[in-house]
């Protein structure tokens, strides 16, 4: 392999938050330095890194001091300053490059690569004036979604326009920007899949992962999904398209919807590890930041095997302390503490991983516990 980047060497992260802060435990659980640049001192990557830039995630000057001490340069969210990543990306190795995060950026441009690479979504519209928006209204009916092009996640803005009465409600989030209107995709199921390529093109797949969501913030990741072979095949095939149309380096999380009708439908894409991918870390043989790290320092990409099926559930705010009250006396829960400071509510703080032959009964046995009510 040429152009592989050798042990010792330093990967700089921008973002310091949980998922920087599992890229670095991999990381340096192979031999590799991390410098995480994020503005809050001590922030969770930066207590398992080897430094910290404490700056803005828009700091040039601070972003260049990173370069100036890193060998490969990665991010940990997708809301990185694209000007200065493209002045700054010939200085360094930024092996995922620019491209990906122009089309991830902005849910009109993602949902228009993903039909012209022939996929399945939900209808959609641009939508940029209340006229825009009554008449895609008229096209496609009711139920709907309004969101923003840029700037939302775990549900913030965008809202599901249930009848005409949400018409009003609908401007609010017209005025912060472009948007996009989606017609309501009728689901059985949400899934999503990570998929890893590295700088040569070699690709690792992960299984699918069911996703349980909760006020709109992932609650349960369920591995494999309890879809059919035909189906897990399918969705792990679109994501293997995605991941070569992008010339994809580092991973990637795919949301899919999968229909009533059997179909399945990508929804979002997210160009880093994701929230439902942390299974991996107990549950596969390499985890999703394993692959990411493998595949930005141009390393093998390794077959993806899940050794066990597996129940991930989120910890926000409300469940920590239940939770840490529980794990000393539950042998199967793989509890990992992401060390933030402040417990607020619905903000996620941790997860549990627990590897199981039986599913259904786990899932029981996590509701028993009462502290995800
Ligand atoms: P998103 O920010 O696009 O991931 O949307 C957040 C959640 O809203 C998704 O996980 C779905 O539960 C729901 N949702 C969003 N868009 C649609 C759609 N077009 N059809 C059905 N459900 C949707």
């Excluded at 330095?33 to 828009?58: M, T, W």
């Excluded at 093109?201 to 069911?210: A, I, N, Y």
């Excluded at 309890?226 to 792990?236: D, G």
């Excluded at 509510?345 to 899932?363: A, P, S, W, Y």
């Amino acid at each position: 392999m040429n152009n592989s980047i050798k042990i010792g060497s330093t990967i700089g992260i921008i973002g310091g938050g949980q998922l920087g802060q599992m890229l670095a435990q991999s990381a340096r659980q192979s031999g590799m330095k991390v410098i995480i640049l994020d503005p809050q001192k001590d922030c969770p990557a930066a207590l398992f890194a080897d430094g910290q830039i404490v700056a803005d995630y828009s700091d040039e000057a601070a972003i260049r001091k990173l370069v100036s001490k890193a060998d490969v340069l990665t991010y940990e969210f997708e809301n990185v300053d694209l000007n200065i990543l493209e002045k700054i990306q010939n200085k360094t190795l930024l092996p995922q490059g620019t491209h990906l995060l122009k089309i991830t950026k902005d849910r009109l441009n993602e949902k228009n690569f993903l039909k012209n690479l022939g996929l399945r979504t939900a209808e959609f519209s641009s939508i940029n004036t209340e006229k825009e928006l009554k008449n895609a209204l008229d096209e496609f009916g009711y139920p709907s979604y309004l969101k923003t092009c840029e700037g939302g996640y775990d549900g913030k803005n965008q809202m599901q326009l249930k009848s005409t009465s949400d018409f009003d409600k609908a401007t609010t989030i017209l005025q912060k920007g472009p948007c996009i209107l989606e017609k309501k995709v009728i689901f059985k199921m949400e899934c999503s899949v990570m998929v890893g390529r590295n700088v040569d093109g070699e690709v690792s797949v992960f299984p699918v992962s069911e996703n349980i969501h909760r006020n709109q913030i992932l609650h349960e990741s369920i591995v494999p999904a309890r879809i059919s072979e035909k189906l897990q095949n399918e969705a792990q095939l679109i994501a293997r398209k995605i991941a070569e149309a992008l010339n994809l380096c580092g991973i990637l999380g795919i949301e899919m919807f999968i229909g009533e009708d059997d179909n399945v439908y990508v929804n979002e894409l997210a160009p880093r590890p994701h929230n439902s991918g942390h299974y991996s870390i107990e549950a596969c043989n390499y985890s999703q930041f394993d692959i990411h790290n493998r595949a930005i320092c141009n390393w093998k990409m390794p077959e993806i095997k899940l050794l066990k099926p597996v129940v991930m559930v989120n910890v926000l705010g409300q469940h920590l302390e239940k939770v840490k009250a529980l794990v000393p006396h539950n042998e199967e829960y793989h509890f990992h503490d992401y060390w933030k400071t402040e417990a607020r509510v619905d903000r996620k703080m941790g997860h549990v991983t627990i590897l199981t032959n039986d599913i259904e009964k786990t899932l029981n046995d996590i509701e028993k516990t009462n502290i995800w009510d």
